[in-house]
């Protein structure tokens, strides 16, 4: 699904930010991405999202070479991601519904189709029914379940979440948790940015750790299983 072969990124006037990467995600598997501030995390992420470009090597998503994809067609490589933010990104003059369904409006769906979608991607996390309301009346793990909801609203057959739990209390984070355990049950393959150790050391998946840009670990916490 994911394929890094030998990835660097450097930004101008800085060391790389990453640094000679190469590991492969088979599809339809769920893995965190660990590290200390500032040790790639989220580099790693815009990478595979087209938000920023590797300055060497080569990245592959089910096989395309992204290094080759020109930026008018950046947008149709997306959409087959969906990607979670730790600060959510909603549009707090929207409602929820709207928020939702702007994938599926900037992709030209018809109004039936949006419709249908949307509330079965709000009921998959739990927020059927709240469809009229606007993000500012809810609770920040409400708010995160929308950027959720929002991303999955398309299909994708990848999530990339970057810190999705980091600002909620361990209850929630586990129920967060959970929803992603649902999609990669289907499926979906999940990538996730995380510096919730704890929570991470008692989950059977794949772990790929990056220190100051490089990856450094990769494995599966002591006593789970592949």
Known sequence: MIRFDNISKRYPG?????SQLSFHLHKGEMAFLTGHSGAGKSTFLKL???????SRGQLFIDGQNLTRVPRRKIPYVRRQMGIIFQDHRLLFDRTVFDNVALPLIISGYARQDIERRVRASLDMVGLLGKETQFPITLSG?????VGIARAIVHKPSLLLADEPTGNL?????????????????????VLIA??????ISRLPYRVLKLKQGHLVGDGYPRGTRP
């Open 48 to 54: 595979i999202a087209l938000l920023e470009r590797p």
């Open 141 to 145: 793990g409400e708010q995160q379940r």
């Open 194 to 199: 995380s510096h919730d150790l704890d929570m």
């Open 14 to 18: 800085t060391q790389d930010a990453l």
């Open 169 to 189: 209390d361990p209850a929630l984070s586990w129920e967060i948790m959970g929803l992603f355990e649902q999609f990669n049950q289907v499926g979906v393959s």
